[in-house]
């Protein structure tokens, strides 16, 4: 009995599922990849290239990893999403006519209304991804920032419960990390930050994994480009061409 404790509570990159995450270069910062089942909030300034690894992540699933996906947007139409994700050669038309996507592209309605809409989407698909972008969205359903609190950790618990491997995103000022509502503390699993990092007299996009669950992270934040084909991490070398 206990040797099958000391097993269960094992938390190697041998004894974990992990999620391929799609952006070349990033899994090697997390041992292999986002556990499965984890809750991950990626912070970043505007512009930083949060929706883009978003989507990234979610084509990754349906078309590479047999893992459907669910978006879940306040910002953008439906229309507007395939065509931002089609930029990068992301085809999401079919994969929302495979059954292998889904989005819910929110109206402001009743948040009870909107989590039941969540699960039962989720499981319409059989997601194994899902993403909500931008997690401050919550802020607009309620007036205190309290209720927003707790209703967020609140569906953080029940997308952990479902067991699917859950991005959501955060706005934050430049070299800032405000909360997302505590989620952070309570419920989130990991922490990934993008950055606008100032080298030079310009900013160079970067990223680093701040906070991990049962995984071993690199400790530096790492360069990154957003190409034709969506965001990749950045070698030392390509980061010196890139500059100069
Ligand atoms: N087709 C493309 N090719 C290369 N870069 C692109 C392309 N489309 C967008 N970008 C870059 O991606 C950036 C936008 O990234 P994204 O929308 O993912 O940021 P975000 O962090 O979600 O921003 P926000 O906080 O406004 O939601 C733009 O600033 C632009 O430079
Ligand atoms: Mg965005």
């Known amino acids: 009995m206990a040797a ?20 070349p270069g990033l899994d090697s910062l997390m041992n292999g990849g986002i556990p499965k089942g984890n809750l991950v909030v990626l912070s970043g300034d505007p512009g930083s290239g949060k929706t883009v690894m978003c989507w990234q992540f979610l084509n990754e699933g349906a ?46 309605y009743d948040f009870e209304r909107l989590k039941n809409t969540v699960e ?22 309620f007036d205190r920032e309290l209720d927003a609190r707790k209703r967020i950790v ?8 479902i067991g699917c491997t859950t991005i959501i995103t955060n706005e934050i000022a430049l070299d800032k990390t405000v909360s997302l509502y505590g989620l952070e503390e309570y419920v989130a699993d990991g922490v990934i930050l993008l ?23 690199a400790e530096q934040l790492k360069p990154i480009k957003i190409t034709e084909n969506g965001i990749i991490v950045l070698t030392k070398g390509q980061l010196y061409e890139d500059v100069n």
Do not use: C
């Open 154 to 161: 609140s569906l953080g618990k029940m997308l952990k419960r």
């Open 4 to 23: 099958k404790e000391g097993k269960a509570l094992k938390t190697t990159s041998r004894t974990v599922e992990r999620t391929k995450s799609g952006i």
């Open 195 to 217: 950055y606008h990092t100032k080298i030079k007299n310009r900013f160079i996009r970067s990223i680093g994994v701040l906070k991990m669950r049962n995984t071993q992270i």
């Open 120 to 141: 039962d989407t989720i499981k319409s698909v059989d997601a194994k991804r899902v993403v909500i972008d931008p997690g401050v969205i919550f802020k607009l359903f």
């Open 63 to 108: 078309v590479n990893q047999g893992e459907n996906g669910v978006y879940i947007s306040l910002e953008e139409t439906i229309d507007s999403i395939i065509f931002g994700a089609s930029e990068f050669g992301w085809d999401f038309k079919k994969l929302l006519e495979d059954g292998k996507l889904k989005i819910i592209a929110i109206e402001l």
